[in-house]
């Protein structure tokens, strides 16, 4: 692991963050608030965020070169999460782990905007 960059370091510890609270989130707020919180889409679109921050966390600490490609596909993910938590609303544990999740994915990914 002494090849990871601090920014990679960073990035991995925002992923896997990430994963927690949204796993956290929809088994335990969502899945107790009910209502839109429980929508097929809004959930499928927690578990999906939570399983690509695993997955990119996992590829950038395997060492894997398609960590970029991971990462990419995970900034955007968040992205989305972040948008339908906010549009759902009591969710901003979330949102602001999706949003920093995405940005330091976009950096890995090398499409930082």
């Known amino acids: 692991m002494t090849s990871m960059t601090p920014e990679m370091q960073q990035c991995v510890q925002n992923c896997l963050d990430c994963h927690t609270t ?3 989130m929809a088994m335990n707020h969502c899945l107790e608030t ?3 919180q429980t929508s097929p889409p809004h959930f499928r ?3 999906c965020c939570a399983e690509i921050c695993r997955t990119s966390a996992h590829f950038m600490l395997s060492g ?4 970029t490609l991971t990462c990419g596909v995970c900034a955007e993910v968040c992205g989305r999460c972040a948008d339908d938590c906010e549009r759902v609303g009591d969710m901003d544990e979330c949102v602001r782990a999706c949003r920093k999740c995405a940005e330091s994915c976009r950096q890995m990914s090398g499409s930082a905007a």
Do not use: A, F, V
């Open 22 to 24: 949204c796993l956290q």
């Open 34 to 36: 009910g209502g839109q």
């Open 45 to 47: 679109l927690m578990m």
């Open 64 to 67: 894997s070169d398609l960590h």
